[in-house]
């Protein structure tokens, strides 16, 4: 569908969550703010759930600037779409879809009544998933999806896992089992069933040594150099932070993951969760007017799964 369809939220306006200062959780701000319009090959979706993720506490704190702008949150959407741009094809008013919202600095994100996509970034929700279970999934799978494929590794290599009890860690580890790789998982010592359940093969408690060097690993502690201790000479080190992994040593490739928008993508790791073969994990979830309270649960640490915010 190419034309623009009408609503009657056009005129509306709707509530968003915003930082106009940065710092601590109660710095988050509920606002009035106009109803945002799809512009052409963009879909504007009605939010249901979105997902509240590391990076929405970095911009609220200012890692990545934009200071005296009054900047919005949320990489994550599930919704259905209510309004379609011009040349936006294949997309109609009504179908449930998630999608990924990039970029650290924004005016207005997913936590929102409303929210603006191009078309290329989304793609038709999971069947087997309801809205809040569909918010956690987009920014994790698609950041594990590229690392493992970053790996470059044939079947049956061994790769460590690091955070593997984490959303991204978790996805990690699931896709490079199906990807027949032979997976290590470190995370604390509670997490090993965990870890266990979603496909690896051994499991390594955080502190401790792994029984020998690995072809790669996937890092999505963020242990840089202790991690990359733990590869083979001539293996791989992914990392999940552009910018912060380690200098390459002893023939290892040193590569960083970059997420992006991309809703092909996007549908194949759909599949993957309508065949069981990948999870969406959620933690907890809070209503959009209890956004910074969201926050604060964020800033705690220790989630094993996505913090989800919901939109009546």
Known sequence: MSEQTQTPAQAQTMQAAVVSAFGGPEQVEIVEVPVPRPAAGQVRI??????????????????????????????????????????????????????????????????????????????????TADDVAAAAFPLGALTAARAVDLLGLAPGASVLVTGAAGVVGGLAVQLAARAGLVVSALAGPEDEALVRSLGAAAFVPRGATPAGPVDGVLDAAVMGESALSRVRDGGVYVGLIPGAAPAARRGIRVVEQEVAPDGAHLARLVALVDAGELTPRVSETFALADAAKAHARLAEGGSRGRLVLTVA
């Open 46 to 127: 009605r939010v249901r759930a979105a997902g509240l993720n590391p990076v929405d506490g970095a911009v609220r704190a200012g890692v990545f600037g934009g200071a005296g702008q009054r900047l919005g949150f949320g990489w994550d959407v599930a919704g259905e779409i209510d309004e379609v741009g011009p040349e936006a094809t294949g997309w109609s008013a009504g179908q449930r879809v998630v999608g990924l919202h990039y970029g650290q600095i924004k005016p207005l994100g997913t936590h929102a009544e409303y929210a603006v996509l191009d078309a290329s970034a989304v793609a038709a929700a999971p069947a």
